[in-house]
């Protein structure tokens, strides 16, 4: 129903989820937040053309790409001090 009504007006959509699989078939771009207080510390670009095929398995590339660049950010364990991510 998002990508039905997404398609028709292309309002700008701010989705908030749990979800990497959700995340990455309606998104566009994927922020990151670190735990409280909150500040991005990832901003990906999702590199998939429109339309999306709801078929999972074209995210799962970019899902493994992620868990390997950035695997504390994906497991829920990255915290304030991570080196990984400096600025979060």
Known sequence: M?????AESQPTVLFV????NEALLLAD?????????AKVILDYRVP???PRPLNTS?????Q???LQQHP???SGLLD??????PHA
């Open 2 to 6: 998002l990508l039905k009504l997404w």
């Open 17 to 20: 989820t749990h979800s990497l």
């Open 29 to 37: 771009r994927v922020l990151f937040l670190s735990p409280r207080p």
């Open 48 to 50: 998939l053309q429109r």
């Open 58 to 62: 074209a995210l799962q590339p970019l």
């Open 64 to 66: 493994a790409e992620l």
């Open 72 to 74: 504390a950010l994906l």
């Open 80 to 85: 304030r001090t991570s080196e990984e991510f």
